[in-house]
């Protein structure tokens, strides 16, 4: 702990006396949603004034990418500022084992994450900020909580990845750590609630707002009302009970900016949106459609372009101009440094890069983005790695070993695999993706000994190829 306060302090004093007080931060992290979820992205049938409004008031990012697949490890790297592979946490907490019988062994993920990782709150607290965690934590249970971590205060915030476990789910009664819910009550609203009441009592002073809602995660749960008003919209093409809770999401980020507004800080402010991974695409052994991420493949728990590209919208008045369409890609691991910048504080030895000279309209030095993801999904996917450098992108899997390479300007969905027609370009990008495995100590799945082709996954190849969109 000690160590952590020394490397936070070293953050502090690069505002002048006489500039003006530090910006606060409101991070809100939805859980699930799919890139193509959202009006300002091309979506017809979900309902999100709020949050198209948000992305019209500043810059809407359309090549911004979640660290991870699944949830865990997106949510480490946007609070470190530091990719998942050095976090150790690699999978959802807790993660799964490997499968006796399958060709790898897969490594095990850290099931909290680490004490001496240094995070937002801890860098911006020399600063004079105060920090608030309101909803979901799953970075760790007792010891490892958001008040181990740097925040003054958690709300809500657990081991859990998911929602209480009421029925139906999402409604009262349940109790988290500073919120109760009585019968009937909506833990979306509640953690509204929540958010609005940290913004009005904390006004006067800079302050990081860390809302991570639980919403869209499954279980799918709404109000009925709502459920039957998109139940006649959807004529049978989307999943209504999800797209109310879309629609409750959007309320909440509504409700956020009037908050701001009321206590007269919303021009003081830099709002951040974005989702932790892709959109699950379909729920349990059901199979029921929850999203589609159409053009792009796959979902949730996968390399290709469904399971990592995400929503990001940026509002800071005065400083991003309005409307403003960003199209080099991004990382998670580049919202520590961001935010870092605006609040002036250093943000340390970090693997993301300042957002905002993107955001003021200039450009970023040219680099490659990667990831490392050495375990099965619940949803399908494969254990592998990948690269992005320029318009290329490079998957490594792992399960039978083999690359696929994609040239995402001309394919976003991923359907033309180039690895033996640009072999150049393959090599280039493999040396790289193997030179960067090896100075993160990245761990690679191994071969099983008791691997059993009659395993009834050993002959997964990847997630199926997109519909056409339907929207």
């Given at each position: 702990?000690?160590?952590?306060?020394?490397?936070?302090?070293?953050?502090?004093?690069?505002?002048?006396?006489?500039?003006?007080?530090?910006?606060?931060?409101?991070?809100?992290?939805?859980?699930?949603?799919?890139?193509?979820?959202?009006?300002?992205?091309?979506?017809?049938?979900?309902?999100?004034?709020?949050?198209?409004?948000?992305?019209?008031?500043?810059?809407?990012?359309?090549?911004?990418?979640?660290?991870?697949?699944?949830?865990?490890?997106?949510r480490a790297s946007i609070l470190t500022g530091r990719y998942p592979v050095r976090t150790g946490v690699t999978d959802w907490i807790p993660g799964r084992?490997?499968?006796?019988?399958?060709?790898?062994?897969?490594?095990?993920?850290?099931?909290?994450?680490?004490?001496?990782?240094?995070?937002?709150?801890?860098?911006?607290?020399?600063?004079?900020?105060?920090?608030?965690?309101?909803?979901?934590?799953?970075?760790?249970?007792?010891?490892?909580?958001?008040?181990?971590?740097?925040?003054?205060?958690?709300?809500?915030?657990?081991?859990?990845?998911?929602?209480?476990?009421?029925?139906?789910?999402?409604?009262?009664p349940f109790e988290l750590p500073n919120l109760k819910a009585g019968p009937g009550e909506f833990l979306t609203e509640r953690l509204t609630q929540a958010?609005?009441?940290?913004?009005?009592?904390?006004?006067?002073?800079?302050?990081?707002?860390?809302?991570?809602?639980?919403?869209?995660?499954?279980?799918?749960?709404?109000?009925?009302?709502?459920?039957?008003?998109?139940?006649?919209?959807?004529?049978?093409?989307?999943?209504?009970?999800?797209?109310?809770?879309?629609?409750?999401?959007?309320?909440?980020?509504?409700?956020?900016?009037?908050?701001?507004?009321?206590?007269?800080?919303?021009?003081?402010?830099?709002?951040?949106?974005?989702?932790?991974?892709?959109?699950?695409?379909?729920?349990?052994?059901?199979?029921?459609?929850?999203?589609?991420?159409?053009?792009?493949?796959?979902?949730?728990?996968?390399?290709?372009?469904?399971?990592?590209?995400?929503?990001?919208?940026?509002?800071y008045p005065g400083v991003v101009k309005p409307g403003t369409v960003i199209s080099t890609p991004v990382s998670s691991v580049d919202f520590f440094p961001?935010?870092?910048?605006?609040?002036?504080?250093?943000?340390?030895?970090?693997?993301?890069?300042?957002?905002?000279?993107?955001?003021?309209?200039?450009?970023?030095?040219?680099?490659?983005?990667?990831?490392?993801?050495?375990?099965?999904?619940?949803?399908?996917?494969?254990?592998?790695?990948?690269?992005?450098?320029?318009?290329?992108?490079?998957?490594?899997?792992?399960?039978?070993?083999?690359?696929?390479?994609?040239?995402?300007?001309?394919?976003?969905?991923?359907?033309?695999?180039?690895?033996?027609?640009?072999?150049?370009?393959?090599?280039?990008?493999?040396?790289?993706?193997?030179?960067?495995?090896?100075?993160?100590?990245?761990?690679?799945?191994?071969?099983?000994?008791?691997?059993?082709?009659?395993?009834?996954?050993?002959?997964?190849?990847?997630?199926?190829?997109?519909?056409?969109?339907?929207?």
């Amino acid at each position: 702990m000690l160590r952590r306060e020394f490397l936070a302090a070293l953050g502090g004093g690069l505002l002048s006396a006489g500039q003006e007080r530090r910006p606060n931060i409101v991070l809100i992290l939805a859980d699930d949603l799919g890139v193509r979820d959202l009006g300002c992205y091309g979506n017809r049938y979900f309902s999100t004034p709020n949050i198209d409004r948000l992305a019209a008031q500043g810059a809407r990012f359309t090549g911004a990418y979640a660290a991870c697949p699944v949830c865990s490890p997106t949510r480490a790297s946007i609070l470190t500022g530091r990719y998942p592979v050095r976090t150790g946490v690699t999978d959802w907490i807790p993660g799964r084992p490997s499968h006796e019988r399958g060709p790898i062994i897969t490594p095990r993920t850290a099931t909290e994450m680490k004490l001496e990782e240094v995070t937002i709150p801890e860098r911006l607290k020399p600063g004079g900020y105060r920090s608030a965690s309101v909803g979901k934590w799953h970075l760790g249970g007792t010891g490892f909580l958001p008040t181990e971590q740097g925040f003054d205060i958690n709300v809500g915030g657990t081991h859990s990845g998911s929602p209480p476990p009421t029925k139906p789910a999402y409604f009262g009664p349940f109790e988290l750590p500073n919120l109760k819910a009585g019968p009937g009550e909506f833990l979306t609203e509640r953690l509204t609630q929540a958010a609005c009441d940290f913004i009005r009592t904390n006004a006067a002073n800079p302050f990081f707002l860390y809302l991570s809602h639980f919403t869209v995660h499954i279980p799918l749960s709404a109000r009925e009302a709502d459920i039957a008003r998109h139940k006649e919209k959807s004529g049978g093409r989307y999943n209504p009970v999800y797209a109310a809770m879309v629609e409750s999401l959007d309320a909440s980020v509504g409700a956020v900016i009037e908050a701001l507004e009321r206590a007269g800080i919303a021009d003081q402010t830099m709002v951040l949106f974005f989702s932790d991974n892709g959109g699950l695409r379909y729920e349990g052994a059901s199979k029921q459609l929850v999203t589609d991420n159409s053009p792009f493949r796959a979902g949730k728990g996968h390399l290709y372009e469904g399971g990592v590209r995400e929503p990001l919208l940026v509002r800071y008045p005065g400083v991003v101009k309005p409307g403003t369409v960003i199209s080099t890609p991004v990382s998670s691991v580049d919202f520590f440094p961001t935010v870092c910048e605006i609040a002036g504080v250093r943000p340390g030895n970090v693997d993301g890069v300042s957002l905002m000279p993107l955001l003021r309209g200039g450009r970023l030095k040219d680099r490659a983005l990667f990831w490392h993801y050495p375990h099965y999904s619940n949803q399908g996917g494969e254990p592998g790695s990948a690269i992005r450098e320029g318009d290329w992108k490079l998957i490594e899997f792992y399960h039978h070993p083999r690359r696929e390479l994609y040239n995402l300007a001309k394919d976003p969905g991923e359907q033309n695999n180039l690895i033996a027609r640009e072999t150049a370009v393959a090599q280039r990008l493999a040396k790289k993706l193997q030179a960067w495995l090896k100075e993160t100590g990245a761990v690679i799945p191994s071969k099983n000994p008791k691997a059993d082709p009659a395993w009834p996954g050993w002959n997964l190849t990847g997630a199926e190829k997109p519909t056409p969109p339907s929207d």
